[in-house]
């Protein structure tokens, strides 16, 4: 039975409902509906009645629309800047996800670190750590402007009053889920409180031309937690990813009104904080073997930064009637389709092989530029036949056999060029594309047969 002012929330997208269903009308997800206290309803203007006075806001044509140049701020640091676009837009709402103890404070405690040395007010709210735990984390950063200023408060009609009081160009908030209304007697962190929160700061942000950057925590499926209309409200949504046990973290923008949502960031976690990786494609490649087989060198394009990495594979013979298939950083099904092309079209007998795939530095790849590199690995693991270190490969596998064009093949083949490498094997309809560049091999090919013969 449901109980008297009370409301079923979707968990997953915010759908509000008067009962409890077992699977959500809006976005068809089961068992998401949470049952929270219901907002109060206020009074507002009726149908039929007339509002007095004037709009706050009138109609203008395009034309009347002012853009200013250089209106963007920089954080001080070259690879966040590329992710958000080429800097931080005033009046801007960003969404800062990741796993718990990836660096989401510790690299927006730098962006003030930072920020304060050209703007006149930075302000750090914290709801989850004490103004003590904050300061000892500063201390290994390095030092702060007095531009700078630090506040832990949760209620957010506090904290409203502060912005407007001291009106700072840039307002961090950690975290969104600690955050609460007064007003809404649902605990923080329930899709209620998250979605009002959201909306306060967001009308703060815009009204007042102040950049907020939000912190948001995730769920078992790496997603933020919190309704999904959480991540329509912002302007902006970044996922910090990687292995926190690891030293490397890439920064992934899955949302972006002012930029691409294909670039990427590369950090590293050190005792002083997170440092910027100028050279991602040397850093993912450090540590390769020399000689051995099943590793090939792949080149593949995360939004226009090219980056060059190590794909791994082992094939051996099985021990059981059903040989086993394991994939980490790449698509399992995808492993399965090419492994199936290469016992069809030049009659290897995989189906008695068990094949891992790996791609090193932990990156998760979905571009089919990468299938080629996939295919001479695992042949290269069968035959037991090293592939020459100073040779990328890259290109598209289709189900004949044949080796596709991609996309930004001459990028491709500088970034192979700048980091020493002698010899590229690319997609025959892809030569065309690619100016000559010196120092550098280039050999198309046109199926997978034709590659192989490159390696032999």
């Given amino acids: 039975m449901k109980k008297s002012g009370t409301v079923f929330f979707c968990q997953n997208c915010g759908f509000e409902a008067s009962k409890w269903s077992g699977q959500c009308p809006a976005c068809r997800e089961w068992n998401t509906f949470a049952e929270e206290p219901a907002a ?10 007339k509002r007095s006075g004037k709009p706050k806001t009138e109609p203008v044509t395009l034309d009347a629309i002012d853009l200013k140049d250089g209106e963007r701020t920089s ?104 955050m609460y209304q007064e007003e809404i007697s649902s605990a923080p962190g329930s899709v209620s409180q998250v979605r009002e929160a959201t909306g306060v700061l967001m009308r703060l942000a815009k009204e007042q031309g102040i950049s907020i950057f939000i912190v948001g925590h995730v769920t078992k499926e790496g997603t933020v937690a919190g309704p999904r209309v959480l991540e329509h409200m912002v ?40 440092r910027e990786v100028a050279n991602p494609s040397e850093y993912m490649l450090s540590g390769r073997p020399e000689g051995a087989s099943g590793s090939v060198v792949a ?5 226009t930064r090219p980056m060059l990495l190590e794909v791994q594979a082992l094939v051996c013979r099985t021990n059981f009637g059903l040989p086993r298939r394991t994939a980490a950083g790449i698509d399992y099904n995808r492993v399965n389709l090419l492994m199936a092309v290469l016992e069809k079209r030049l009659n290897l007998p995989l189906s008695s092989y068990d094949a891992y795939v790996n791609v090193a530095g932990g990156l998760r790849l979905n571009e089919p530029a990468m299938d080629l590199a996939l ?76 590659a192989l013969r490159m390696i032999v």
């Fill in 75 to 178: 954080t001080g640091m070259k690879e966040l800047d590329q992710v958000l676009g080429g800097g931080i837009v005033p009046g801007s709402l960003v969404l800062v996800g990741g796993d718990p103890g990836i660096g989401k404070s510790t690299l927006l405690l730098q962006v003030c670190r930072n920020l304060a040395e050209r703007l006149p007010k930075v302000l750090y709210i914290s709801g989850e750590e004490s103004l003590q735990q904050i300061r000892l984390r500063a201390s290994r950063i390095g030092t702060f402007s007095d531009a700078m200023k630090l506040m832990c408060e949760t209620c957010l009609a506090d904290i409203e009053e502060v912005v407007l009081r001291e009106a700072p160009q840039v307002v961090i908030i950690d975290s969104i889920q600690t």
């Fill in 235 to 274: 302007d902006t949504v970044l996922y910090f990813e990687g292995d926190r046990h690891a030293s490397y973290r890439i920064l992934r923008g899955v949302k972006n009104r002012f930029g691409s949502t294909n670039e990427i960031g590369v950090f590293e976690m050190t005792e002083a904080g997170l």
């Fill in 375 to 450: 295919v001479l690995a695992v042949i290269s693991s069968y035959k037991d036949l090293p592939v020459s270190g100073k040779t990328i490969v890259f290109g598209e596998v289709g189900l004949s056999g044949e080796v596709r064009a991609v996309s930004m093949a001459q990028q491709r083949v500088q970034e192979a060029r700048k980091l020493g490498f002698t010899r590229v094997i690319l997609p025959q309809s892809s030569l065309e594309q690619v100016k000559n560049v010196e120092g550098i091999r280039l050999s198309g090919a046109a199926t997978v047969r034709d």
């Fill in 299 to 303: 080149c593949t394009m995360e939004g």
């Fill in 40 to 49: 109060p309803r206020t009074k507002g203007v009726t149908a039929g009645k």
